[in-house]
């Protein structure tokens, strides 16, 4: 079953723009990862973060965590053309669960 | 990083036949194995987690008979789909677990079953 529910569904923006994807989940997680998939294609992982983290960065990426609301974001800034993908978050609930994923949001980037 | 190879990309199969999927880690040791599918604009819905040397084990609603998994090895997985319906076509995706929270994915298979 699933777990999470990304908001909004699809989202697009103009290139240079920041996009913000929302991610809510039901029950107790361990870590919870976001990942992209160009259409057609496997998932890439984009990043990790535990639940006694709230906050973690990496690249352009920005990643939140709250686990009271059990709500993630995933912030992309100054967006490019080639972030056009879906972009899921999954949940884990151990170090070797298997992963619950959410219904994806598709991320256009006009140029 | 970790590479997971998976083949076919795509394939075109004739209902009543069987299809087989490879899923490879590259440079690393999986002892499990996930498989994955995934209906156009939808989620990934987890089928099985694939444990080398061991029996499979199946989500609720995932036919046993009907997609066979052999983990044989600790690079290799296989998913088999038996006597393949047109109901059967969809993008199948494998990953493997490379450490205790990272997962590297294969490029998914398109299967059409005609």
């Known amino acids: 079953s699933q777990q999470g529910e990304e908001d909004p569904q699809a989202l697009s923006i103009q290139e240079g723009e920041n996009a913000t994807m929302n991610c809510s989940y039901k029950?107790?997680?361990?870590?919870l990862q976001w990942y992209r998939q160009n259409s057609g294609r496997g998932l890439v992982h984009l990043i990790l973060?535990?639940?006694?983290?709230r906050e973690k960065h990496s690249g352009r990426l920005r990643v939140t965590l709250d686990t009271s609301k059990k709500s993630s974001s995933l912030l992309i800034t100054a967006s490019r053309a080639a972030d056009t993908a879906s972009y899921f978050c999954a949940t884990g609930t151990g170090a070797n669960s298997k992963l619950t994923f959410g219904k994806g949001i598709t991320l256009s980037v006009r140029p | 990083g970790a590479v997971v190879s998976q083949h076919p990309s795509r394939v075109i199969c004739k209902s009543g036949t069987s299809v087989k999927i490879e899923c490879r880690s590259l440079d690393f040791q999986a002892t499990t194995m996930f498989w994955y599918r995934q209906f156009p604009k939808q989620s990934l819905m987890l089928m099985a987690t694939?444990?080398?040397?061991?029996?499979?084990?199946?989500e609720q609603g995932v036919e046993k008979d009907k997609f066979l998994i052999n983990h044989a090895s600790l690079t290799l997985s296989t998913l088999t789909v038996t006597s393949a319906h047109p109901e059967d076509s969809s993008f199948y995706i494998c990953s493997a677990r490379e450490s205790n929270y990272g997962y590297t994915f294969g490029s998914g298979t398109r299967l059409t079953v005609v």
């Open positions: 973060i535990r639940s006694n983290e």
């Open positions: 029950t107790s997680i361990n870590n």
């Open positions: 694939s444990n080398e040397g061991s029996k499979a084990t199946y």
